[in-house]
């Protein structure tokens, strides 16, 4: 046995161990152990063949040992089991890229949550990421050596980088370092993870993990651009603070977990007969959005104005565009940086916001997730209101143009979808309900924006979803949770799928 190399085989017999392997999702040489493992001993030592060479070839022109199409991890099962029908044709082959950074030591975690999940994982190592976690270890982890080299021409593990880009459901780059970003922007295929990464035709997740100013330095955030307009996806990175000491801002790789939920959520539904190509489900549809507060202003220096962060509606805009829309982001005032792939107008009062939305018509859907101000202060604002005798002013308001039931009445140029948002802190859904009908949109996303709630300004958000058809209430979730939701319906009811 330790004289047998794979190369040693006879073209033919190397080419369906090949398909077997991958079949399996196994290394040919670990395909060909447990062969051997399994055969030793199901035929009388005198009818067997002499080698190990002769012995693989003759197993492998045996017909039942014929490639499965479908896969599951059955790594630790015998061979021959893989003959027999898969019992889950499910989607779960991983292949996971980890490039240098520190962030490197969390992709150990990553494949081991992973695998407890039955997810099968193959690991290539860029040669940065083998200066902060071994290969040894990365090889314990996963089960299996991870590949290095682009050309391995020794190598018994010689699937080639074609064969790693295709055999796999989804691609996970984690951590995603700058340099690596920045090489798949513009098509380099110098390593063994970008010539994969180009040639695959399979979903890429990325988990990007780099210090906070090479995160926003405009070259990566020109990179992020390009990567999000290919359908690439990602995960994170998060705010807080850096391995380096003193470090803080956004930057870090997200959690595995995060990136766990990332995978099951991009491969949910899709099976080993149907693997999930990068779908764009909104490309060549527009959406306009609108978000934040709108301000008011009183006089010069004083204005109207509502705790309103932008969160949900930037939230709304980063998924639409990785779904492949078009968007325009209509924003009041708020403290948060354009999103990447996004046409932002920064306006400041509720006029003007209705003005940038009938500017960017038309489009196939308009979302409403702005907090504008109901009312604004009537008559021409020049000076500062001074005090004086005659005590506090007296404000006179009017009421402000309602944009929502401006756009929904359009008889032309209204989106074929218009979703407002219902900001309410006492009988949400009877109150959502009644503004459903009251501003002629079809859907409204239904808010809880009671102080207890902690949606204004919070990171997460609990909503329901009223339609026609009736009511829905998703569970808490992340801002970002809950768009991701909402984009996910957005697309099949332009696609004219069921919910
Ligand atoms: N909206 C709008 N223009 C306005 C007021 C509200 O486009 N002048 C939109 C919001 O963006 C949201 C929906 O209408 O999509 C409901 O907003 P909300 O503040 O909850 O409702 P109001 O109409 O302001 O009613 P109320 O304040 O009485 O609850």
């Not at 392997?21 to 152990?33: I, K, L, W």
């Not at 074609?162 to 459901?169: E, K, V």
């Amino acid at each position: 046995m330790g004289s047998l190399t794979v190369r040693n085989l006879p073209e033919a017999v190397k080419k369906r161990l090949r398909l077997r392997a991958a079949a399996n999702g196994r290394s040919m040489e670990e395909e060909v152990r447990l062969l051997l493992a399994e055969k030793s001993g199901d035929a009388p030592a005198a009818a067997r063949p002499e080698s190990p060479v002769s012995m693989i070839s003759a197993w492998m022109s045996r017909p039942e040992d014929a490639p499965v199409a479908a896969r599951t991890d059955n790594r630790a099962k015998p061979a021959r089991q893989s003959a027999e029908p898969p019992p889950a044709a499910t989607a779960r082959r991983i292949l996971l890229i980890i490039s240098g950074g520190i962030a490197a030591y969390k992709s150990l975690d990553l494949i081991r949550r992973l695998r407890e999940r039955a997810y099968t994982v193959r690991v290539v190592m860029t040669r940065a990421a083998q200066e902060f976690v071994t290969s040894l270890s990365v090889g314990a982890i996963a089960g299996e050596k991870p590949f290095t080299e682009l050309f391995d021409q020794a190598s018994e593990f010689d699937v080639g980088h074609i064969r790693l880009a295709r055999d796999t459901d989804l691609i996970v780059v984690a951590p995603a370092a700058a340099d690596l970003m920045a090489k798949m922007a513009h098509g380099h295929a110098n390593d063994l993870a970008t010539a994969v990464l180009l040639a695959t035709d399979r979903p890429i997740l990325l988990a990007p993990a780099m210090n906070p100013r090479m995160w926003s330095n405009s070259a990566t955030q020109r990179n992020l651009k390009i990567l999000l307009a290919d359908g690439v996806l990602t995960v994170g990175p998060n705010a807080g603070e850096m391995a380096e000491s003193g470090e803080v801002g956004t930057g870090r790789m997200a959690e595995p977990l995060d990136i766990v939920a990332a995978v099951e959520k991009r491969l949910a539904g899709a099976t080993a007969d149907a693997p999930p190509s990068r779908a764009r489900p909104l490309a060549g549809k527009h959406i306009i959005i609108t978000a934040g507060p709108t301000h008011e202003p009183i006089d010069p220096v004083r204005y109207i104005a509502n705790r309103s962060s932008g969160k949900q509606g930037f939230a709304i805009a980063r998924a639409a565009a990785d779904a492949g829309a078009k968007v325009t982001l209509i924003s009041g005032p708020v403290a948060l940086p354009d999103p990447s792939g996004v046409k932002i107008v920064r306006v400041q009062t509720a006029q003007a916001m209705l003005v940038a939305v009938q500017a960017a018509l038309p489009a196939d859907v308009g979302i409403f997730a702005a907090a504008v101000a109901d009312w604004r202060i009537a008559g021409d604002i020049v000076q500062k209101l001074k005090k004086d005798a005659g005590g506090p002013p007296k404000l006179e308001l009017v009421e402000n143009p309602d944009i929502l039931a401006t756009v929904s009445r359009l008889k032309t140029k209204r989106p074929a979808l218009v979703i407002g948002f219902a900001a309410e802190t006492e009988k949400v859904i009877e109150h959502a309900k009644a503004k459903l009908k009251r501003k002629g949109s079809d859907w409204i996303v239904a808010n809880d924006v009671s102080a207890e709630g902690g949606a204004m300004g919070g990171d997460d958000n609990t909503v329901h979803l009223i339609t026609a058809a009736g009511v829905e209430s998703w569970p808490a979730q992340s801002k970002d949770g809950v768009a991701r939701q909402l984009v996910a319906r957005i697309a099949n009811a332009l696609n004219g799928e069921p919910s």
